[in-house]
């Protein structure tokens, strides 16, 4: 079972390390069943299969042990992916190397939550940004058989197509892939661990309490220690660091260690397992009820507990609510009739509701509601789109306001997120539109741009909140 470190390569030369590296024969050149060995009382990628040639055909020559791709492109031919062979040491990829595969019971150092699997080292840092490379490394590990992929990085907030389209690539190969929920202290959705598929791993304290940096909310699968979490560093050496950083790497070790003993099941076999044997803390985390995940990870629950059971839920966002008016001009006139699409993304990773109901309500009287209800099929753990859901009609006389909604959702299930949204249009647009943000906040200048148009006998509509339709 390999589990690949996509990172800041890892100093494969480790005591804790070397045994576990996985090796890529491949490119066993010279047929003696190892691409790494113990030659005059050292360790070494064995002469033998370092050629110059792509043995395996896969694209990477004498990837005997992984790759490097940042040095790849800039100083070596990328064959040694061990952070001391270039501008390092880069500790990083080191230390979750050892949290997932640290070699277990050879009486030195750490021992990994995985109990001897294999790990990848994969470099994909130049020193100050672990991303630059980092979707590179996720294709190759999977695209070279890694089980599961640890990424303890992120490249911000914003969605990628491009991001999504390889990480979905890796996942149909039938690689487990874990993000770190990124060290933000924020509900924002952190990228790559948002996207459909992706295990988006928080960090916990000692006592099961969520560590003060870590990201949580909708889009965070479960929950793993985090501080103080003590593992292997260049140069021999071992540090306690804090971090999702840490987080990740031990749930990616986690998911090694069931597959090496359940070695038959399916990836959603190992991912149910997973998530439905976590601890519940909820209730030491009374500020953060279902922004952990399914909780914190439990690997001796993990491999015992049978007919594991895991509650059924919806975790919803609305995205990219969408207008078409009957003239197509984009403005919400009076005598109009409107239609509303929008997307809904499920994050949770076991819910699928087969007849969930969405509704669209407004108490604005100029505003009628044509067609306001629709029963959808969510799956798990994916967005599906609804074009053209609802429908209404502006009244012939209404003048220039600001018409509020909210779109309802009910199911059987229990909906943790997204049961409702809410959002303004605006109706009949005519003269200035003057936003103000939240009233008596501040003040900004709102009001009084508001009074001077007004006293200059301009039409205005004042608001404090934005419309969807600007």
Known sequence: VVVAIVDTGADWLHPDLTENCWQNLGEDADGDGVTLEFNNGVWERDP???NGIDDDGNGYIDDVIGWDFHEAISIDDGSNPDPLWNQGPFEHGTHCAGISAGRTNNDIGISSVSWNIKYMPIQTDDGNNTVLYGIDGVVYAAENGADVISCSWYHGYAYS????????????????????????????IAFPGGYPGVISVAAVNPDDTRASFSNYGIAVDIAAPGVSILSTITNNNYASWNGTSMAAPMVAGLFGLLKSYQPDWSNDQLIEQIIGTADDIDFLNPDFENALGSGRINAYRALIDENVEVPQELRLEFRDIAFEDENANGAIEAGETVSISFSLRNYAYLGTDNNTTISLITFDPDIEIISGTTN?????????????????RVAEGAESHQAFFTIEVSSDMDITYGSETEFAIAVAPSGFFVWEGEAGVGDYSGSYIRDFLEGMNYEVTYSNSFPSTF
Request: aromatic share 10%; glycine share 4%; proline share 2%.
């Open 48 to 50: 033998d299969d370092l």
């Open 161 to 188: 197509q491009f991001e999504n389209d390889a990480i979905q690539y890796a996942i149909g190969l039938g690689s487990i892939v874990c993000f770190a929920a990124s060290n933000d202290n924020s509900a924002d």
């Open 376 to 392: 959808v099929s969510i799956p798990l753990d994916s967005q599906v789109d609804l074009d053209n859901v609802f429908e209404f």
